[in-house]
């Protein structure tokens, strides 16, 4: 049987790049695109509108991790079978949708996660990749789980996952806080090699930032030993 399959788009500011996003969705014949408007101070909302997308809206921005959830809840209550986590500034492709898809529509697995260096050449710019370095140590010696690439926004997930994984965290600390709901329920997960595209756009942004990895670490110190 066909899966139902949602993309989940968390967009903020991001009228300039979210309508070809959706189109390259399109072209590939994906059409239960679903994009968050995180209280976008620009023309997110309508640009989204227009190409095509359902697009839902926080009158305020609260955070890729919220705004992912108010998508998730959505696709959820939609009928998804699979929902996919792609970003609105175009540093996923469309092409590596299928391979992240792939073990979850099978039922190998409950969980993937889109892996930037499982790929010889990632294209990781070098602090970007130190960060990251770090990131994954943290993520096992906090969590216990392996990874080589412990946040990248790029995941699918199915029903039984999307119902179960809690995420409180607004912002990019989402991403590891999913890393440690899959290793709490004890859920199956693959990761899968895809290409990020780097731009001057989407490294000022984002999980692109140097000062954002930065916090994002802070964040997960801060959660594990201080606010528990």
């Known amino acids: 049987m066909e899966k139902n399959v949602f993309i989940v788009i968390a967009a903020y500011n991001e009228a300039h790049s979210v309508p070809e996003v959706i189109k390259e969705l399109q072209k590939a014949n994906h059409r239960n695109i679903v994009v968050v ?3 976008s101070r620009d023309n997110t909302f309508k640009a ?8 839902l809206r ?5 955070g890729q991790g919220a705004a992912l959830k108010t998508g998730i809840d959505y696709a959820l209550r939609e009928g998804a079978d699979i929902i996919v986590t792609f970003d609105a500034d175009g540093q996923h492709r469309v ?7 792939k073990p979850v529509a099978q039922g190998k697995v409950d969980v993937t996660f889109g892996s930037r260096f499982l790929k010889k050449d990632s294209g990781v710019p070098f602090l970007r990749k ?3 370095k770090i990131g994954i140590l943290v993520v096992w010696l906090f969590y216990g789980v392996k990874m080589t690439d412990a946040h990248n926004g790029f995941r699918a997930l199915s029903r039984n996952a999307a119902e179960k994984i809690r995420i409180t965290s607004d912002r990019m600390a989402h991403a ?3 890393v440690e709901e899959v290793h709490r329920l ?5 990761e899968v090699p895809v290409t990020i595209r780097y731009t001057e756009a989407t490294l000022k942004k984002g999980h692109g930032s140097f000062a954002e990895g930065c916090r994002i670490l802070y964040n997960m110190i801060m959660k594990k030993f201080l606010l528990r």
């Open 37 to 39: 408007d995180d209280g």
């Open 48 to 55: 989204a509108l227009n190409a095509g997308a359902t697009v």
């Open 58 to 62: 926080h009158i305020v921005n609260r």
């Open 95 to 101: 092409e590596d949708i299928p391979a992240i898809i």
């Open 130 to 132: 130190v960060l990251l």
């Open 176 to 178: 590891s806080e999913i």
């Open 186 to 190: 004890k859920l199956k997960y693959r």
